[in-house]
């Protein structure tokens, strides 16, 4: 069973809203993705299958729309027109990311189709009762505007702040609109009601910076940029080493715990290095106490040393180890470590396999069977599910057409 | 006309929480829930002050006072939640926690995976408690794998999923992402499956539990890149990659973050298309911005360093409202890469929407917080109270909820039981 199965779910496909389509469609919507006649935008983003453009090998369409019927409308013709509300009459819920003030000028918008029912999700990059040129946002523009890039980049501050990979800034605004939907949908089921939600992009990201929004608001203070750890008023220790392999990894939190430097201690003497470690001295002091009260480094020699032996041990270990090997060796000794991977290694890493991050779906028309990303959660009685590859273009016309017709009749 | 009847005032009104998250990860995903009008009850240790959530303690602050009561992130991610404490040492506190768990719809924690479990309230005796109980755990790793054992805080759930990887300039380490992003997109996450839970359990009065990992959530979050990876081969890894300020995939250049007049100012700016490029050229108004060899895409994907350069150097002799006011004029996407008080104060955009409310909080007083970025037309969400004080609703909900009387739940307090 599905944990929207029967929901009905009319989308108008646009890079801005197509992952949010996909969240709920693998949790069993039946979302149904309307494109133009030349296909979405969305199919002309690479990667492409074998570096061949082509509308219906982009990597992009395949993946932010797996689970999805397709249909094709021209709403640009009256006919397309009436054959989109047709649909939207059928719908629970719309999603839509359009720029404020298009679907209007078609007819087609909240105001033109709403029935006590529908639920209406509009993503848009600033909301839409503010002005802002919704046509110029890009994911760049968006996260460099809304904050995260600001704190994102290096301690060498000549180097332009950055941006991340991975189109987050669409993404968050896509996890609203699921969030959005869902309490929609909730709140229907008690009063049987739909109504507009409206979706901010850049809002979004401006919620999704963790201090850099907060400090602000309570202590009216500006973080800056740090290598691979947090952007903080003032500058921090590293946190990111370099290990014997050359990859990297985040060592965390310095260890502080006498666990931890027990934990330290241990792992030294089983990698069989600990008399090459000099300082290993104070690990074992560490170890012995009952607490390490940070607050005394600088002040108190011992405690002072203790600490900077654990960052040292770190270094040492990395200084010797694989990024990988650093990883589980730390995380054994109880350290909250994390090797840096690029994805494709955490793909292929055995503790995501086991738990069944590869997901192999069929594209029956290639003959090929393709792994995908799977589930972002494990639910034990609605599974997350890919239940077909993303469509081909109109590929459900006939289909849905069809349905339509059958509920008119 | 208003209808009559059954208008939810509060879209989640109907739900109870019984709420043992913290930090961002958890409280984030709660937080949601409770501007919604869902009735959020944290569950607190008294022994340990609740400092299990190292955020009750630590900055910002809004004044010098300092304490478990005083830790502004807490307050940021627990707005419109109640707090009570209860010690699961004992056999009383046990008893009260299973009653709460008997008249809530949710059970959801953050803590490392088997700590529930071994608090006595593992998912069977849940489910004992209530049956169509829904409990959402969220963990680092996971409850199943090779590494669900191991800890995690944002950053180390970044490494390990490949954001931080996928975060950084040509040639150098990664960047990664200067604060806990997983934090909050794991607590978007562990929303969303309350929420489908909450769904599932409306229409069927089934409960279930849902086993969320950060980590694999983070990883979900490069679809394309991975399909390009099971697909072509090709890794994320490789000479010159990652290079995140550029755009590989939708081609387009220039696409960049560059200087701006002043100190650490920068703008940043992207072209969609030859039109956009040729718009750009038209603003920057120079001799080399009007060369055949830059008029085509692959022209300037293939001389993308030569082209940066040059428009660093046009964009440093200017202040970056002044870039972006120019190119979005011609129609070029163009934002500058805005510093905290600048979007928070300067930007209507976030002020305008009402992204900055103003909740009461019983010590601090009237503190800014994170709203919301969205707006419901009938059933909005709504920011006034601020976090709870340590056990600030213990005898509140005690005795609402649990039919305690005063004295009861003073008897409690003086046993330590609360």
């Known amino acids: ?409 | 006309m208003k209808a009559l009847g059954h208008v939810p005032v509060r879209a989640l009104g109907h739900v109870r929480i019984c709420d043992f998250t913290g930090q961002l990860a958890g409280a984030g995903a709660t937080k949601w829930l409770a501007a919604f009008g869902a009735e959020v009850i944290r569950i607190e240790d008294p022994v340990k002050q609740g400092t299990w959530d190292i955020l009750r303690m630590m900055p910002p602050f809004v004044d010098e006072r300092r304490g478990t009561d005083f830790g502004g992130g807490f307050n940021n991610h627990n707005v419109e939640k109640l707090g009570i404490t209860l010690n699961l040492r004992t056999e009383r506190g046990r008893e009260l926690l299973a009653e709460l768990v008997k008249k809530s719809d949710v059970v959801a924690e953050n803590f490392a995976a088997g700590v529930l479990e071994k608090l006595g309230f593992g998912y069977e005796r849940l489910k004992q408690l209530k049956p169509d109980v829904i409990y959402v755990s969220n963990c680092g790793f996971g409850h199943v794998g090779p590494y669900k054992s191991f800890k995690t805080w944002g950053p180390v759930v970044q490494a390990v999923c490949g954001l931080t990887f996928s975060s950084g300039l040509r040639d150098r380490e990664p960047a990664g992402w200067g604060y806990s992003y997983m934090d909050h997109t794991g607590a978007y996450y562990m929303a969303i499956a309350i929420l489908l839970a909450l769904l599932h359990r409306q229409r069927t009065g089934e409960g279930q539990w849902v086993d969320l990992s950060c980590t694999d959530a983070g990883l979900t979050l490069h679809g394309p890149t991975l399909l390009d990876w099971t697909v072509n081969g090709r890794p994320l890894l490789r000479p010159g990659s990652p290079d995140s300020n550029r755009s590989e995939h939708p081609a387009r250049a220039p696409h960049g973050i560059y200087p701006a007049a002043g100190e650490d100012e920068w703008v940043a700016l992207a072209c969609r298309s030859d039109a956009e490029w040729r718009a750009l050229a038209g603003v920057v108004g120079a001799a080399w911005a009007r060369e055949a060899r830059f008029a085509a895409l692959a022209g300037r994907l293939g001389a993308q360093d030569e082209l940066d350069a040059k428009l660093a150097e046009w964009t440093r002799a200017r202040p970056k409202a002044e870039t972006v006011a120019a190119l979005q004029a011609a129609g070029v996407p163009a934002a500058p890469v805005a510093k905290p008080p600048e979007r928070v104060d300067g930007d209507p955009a976030t002020a305008g929407f009402g992204l900055w409310p103003t909740a009461r909080h019983s010590k601090m007083g009237e503190v800014r917080v994170d709203g919301l970025p969205v707006h419901f037309a009938k059933t909005d969400w709504e920011i006034a109270r601020g976090a709870p004080c340590l056990g600030e609703h213990t005898e509140e909900v005690l005795t609402r909820l649990l039919g305690l009387s005063r004295e009861e739940v003073a008897k409690l307090r003086a046993e330590g039981v609360v």
């Open chain 1, 1 to 409: 069973m599905s944990a929207l199965a029967g929901v009905r779910i009319v989308e108008l496909s646009h890079e801005r809203s197509a992952f949010a389509g996909k969240l709920l469609a693998d949790m069993g919507a039946d979302v149904v993705v309307v494109e133009p006649p030349e296909g979405s935008a969305l199919r002309r983003w690479g990667p492409f299958v074998d570096d061949v453009p082509d509308p219906e090998q982009s990597l992009a369409w395949w993946h932010y729309n797996t689970s999805k019927r397709g249909v094709v409308f021209d709403l640009d013709t009256e006919a397309g027109r009436a054959g989109f509300r047709r649909l939207v009459a059928s719908a629970d819920l719309v999603l839509e990311a359009e720029d404020p003030g298009r679907l209007a000028k078609l007819g087609l918008d909240y105001a033109d189709l709403a029935r006590r029912e529908l639920i209406w999700i509009s993503v848009t990059p600033f909301g839409r009762k503010l002005p802002g040129r919704a046509d110029l946002m890009t994911d760049l523009t968006l996260l460099a505007a809304g904050g995260p890039v600001w704190s994102c980049g290096y301690d060498d501050h000549s180097l332009p702040p950055v941006r991340g990979g991975g189109f987050q800034g669409y993404n968050t605004a896509c996890h609203y609109a699921v969030l959005s939907a869902l309490t929609a949908l909730l709140a229907r089921g008690v009063s049987g009601e739909g109504q507009f939600v409206d979706v901010s992009m850049h809002a979004a990201a401006n919620v999704t910076t963790e201090m850099s929004s907060y400090n602000y608001l309570v202590q009216g203070t500006t973080v800056q940029r740090q290598t691979g750890r947090h952007a903080m008023e003032a500058m921090t220790l590293p946190v990111q080493v370099r290990c014997a392999d050359g990859r990297h990894v985040n060592t965390g939190v310095p260890p502080r715990f006498p666990r931890e430097f027990a934990g330290l201690l241990g792992w030294l003497r089983q990698a069989g290095i600990a008399d090459e470690f000099p300082e290993a001295v104070f690990l074992e002091l560490g170890a012995k106490r009952d607490f390490v009260d940070l607050s005394k480094i600088g002040q108190d020699d011992e405690i002072t040393a203790i600490f900077t032996a654990g960052r040292e041990a770190l270094n040492f270990l990395a200084s010797r180890l694989s990024a990988y090997d650093f990883f589980v060796g730390a995380q054994l000794a109880g350290l909250p470590v994390g090797v840096i991977y690029a994805p494709e290694e955490a793909f292929e890493d055995a503790h995501f396999v086991a738990r069944g991050i590869q997901v192999p779906v069929e594209h029956p028309e290639l003959g090929r069977t393709i792994r995908y990303p799977g589930a972002p959660y494990r639910f034990e009685k609605t599974p997350w599910r890919i239940a077909r590859r993303a469509p081909r273009l109109g590929e459900h016309d006939e289909e849905v057409f069809r349905e339509l017709a059958a509920s008119d009749g």
